[in-house]
């Protein structure tokens, strides 16, 4: 078994939160919200980068269109893989990398609807620039990645407008709780093993949604369902490479 250490130095505020996620069960759709230079597509790349090579499970990305994916999503998962230094674990092929432990990466394009009836396999979904998307292939990717405990849709966009699905249809039919957006003591120097400071793990704002009432459709009787939405809300002050980490030491602000 392969056990590597990575410095704290690699990853912006948003990861931890976005790992964190990742591994509680009860969540079903994590929802990383955020402006221009966020750091969103970078921390969730890495996490799901760590998430395969720890052998967690496969992954599936799409945008709506395919041709976009080349000169974006996919090249920066192949930056990360050379910053994390997985590169040798890990074997990019067209529209696919996949690790040697079995697990793997594949990317896609929903513009054929077709591609949404091969979604089998994969315990998470990341949809891309998610508001390029329709309100029916989130309804039909949720369809799909069923039948197993601990399967995820991670949701990457800019706000764009009052009228996106992603608000109407899903965050303002939910009722919220605050939750901390930062997490001391959870986040640590790999070296020391101390906690590092707040600033190393605060995002602009976090939430779940509440737990609901929902029916059972096979008992017929009203159970309570737990909390299974999470939003992260960043900014580009989140973004050590936008404004410089908080000792000044590393990042780089622009």
Same mark, same amino acid.
């Given at each position: 078994?392969?056990?590597?250490?990575?410095?704290?130095?690699?990853?912006?505020?948003?990861? *931890?939160?976005?790992?964190?996620?990742?591994?509680?069960?009860?969540?079903?759709?994590?929802? #990383? @919200?955020?402006?221009?230079?966020?750091?969103?597509?970078?921390?969730?790349?890495?996490?799901?980068?760590?998430?395969?090579?720890?052998?967690?499970?496969?992954?599936?990305?799409?945008?709506?269109?395919?041709?976009?994916?080349?000169?974006?999503?996919?090249?920066?998962?192949?930056?990360?893989?050379?910053?994390?230094?997985?590169?040798?674990?890990? !074997?990019?092929? +067209?529209?696919?990398?996949?690790?040697?432990?079995?697990?793997?990466?594949?990317?896609?394009?929903?513009?054929?609807?077709?591609?949404? $009836?091969?979604?089998?396999?994969? @315990? *998470?979904?990341?949809?891309?620039?998610?508001?390029?998307? +329709?309100?029916?292939?989130?309804?039909?990717?949720?369809?799909?990645?069923?039948?197993?405990?601990?399967?995820?849709?991670?949701?990457?966009?800019?706000? !764009?407008?009052?009228?996106?699905?992603?608000?109407? $249809?899903?965050?303002?039919?939910?009722? *919220?709780?605050?939750?901390?957006?930062?997490?001391?003591?959870?986040?640590?120097?790999?070296?020391?093993?101390?906690?590092?400071?707040?600033?190393?793990?605060?995002?602009?704002?976090?939430?779940?949604?509440?737990?609901?009432?929902?029916? #059972?459709? @096979?008992?017929?009787?009203? +159970? $309570?369902?737990?909390?299974?939405?999470? +939003?992260?809300?960043?900014?580009?002050?989140?973004?050590? *490479? !936008? !404004?410089?980490?908080?000792?000044?030491?590393?990042?780089?602000?622009?």
């Amino acid at each position: 078994m392969i056990e590597m250490v990575f410095s704290h130095k690699l990853f912006n505020p948003l990861f *931890w939160h976005i790992r964190k996620a990742m591994h509680d069960k009860n969540i079903r759709y994590i929802i #990383n @919200r955020g402006g221009s230079s966020s750091g969103k597509s970078v921390s969730t790349t890495q996490a799901v980068l760590l998430s395969v090579f720890s052998c967690e499970g496969s992954a599936l990305v799409v945008r709506k269109v395919g041709a976009s994916l080349r000169n974006t999503v996919y090249e920066e998962f192949k930056t990360q893989l050379k910053a994390l230094q997985l590169s040798q674990f890990f !074997v990019p092929k +067209e529209n696919n990398i996949t690790c040697v432990n079995g697990c793997k990466i594949d990317f896609t394009g929903l513009d054929d609807p077709e591609k949404i $009836k091969s979604i089998t396999g994969y @315990r *998470w979904i990341v949809m891309e620039e998610a508001t390029e998307f +329709e309100y029916e292939d989130f309804t039909q990717i949720r369809f799909r990645l069923r039948g197993k405990e601990g399967l995820q849709i991670i949701c990457n966009f800019n706000p !764009v407008s009052e009228d996106s699905w992603i608000k109407t $249809k899903i965050l303002d039919t939910y009722e *919220w709780d605050d939750l901390p957006n930062e997490l001391y003591g959870e986040v640590k120097n790999p070296l020391t093993k101390s906690s590092l400071p707040k600033a190393y793990s605060t995002i602009l704002g976090k939430r779940g949604c509440k737990p609901r009432m929902i029916a #059972n459709e @096979r008992t017929g009787k009203m +159970e $309570k369902y737990p909390s299974d939405t999470i +939003e992260l809300h960043s900014s580009y002050k989140n973004n050590f *490479w !936008v !404004v410089g980490s908080p000792d000044g030491k590393y990042g780089y602000y622009d």
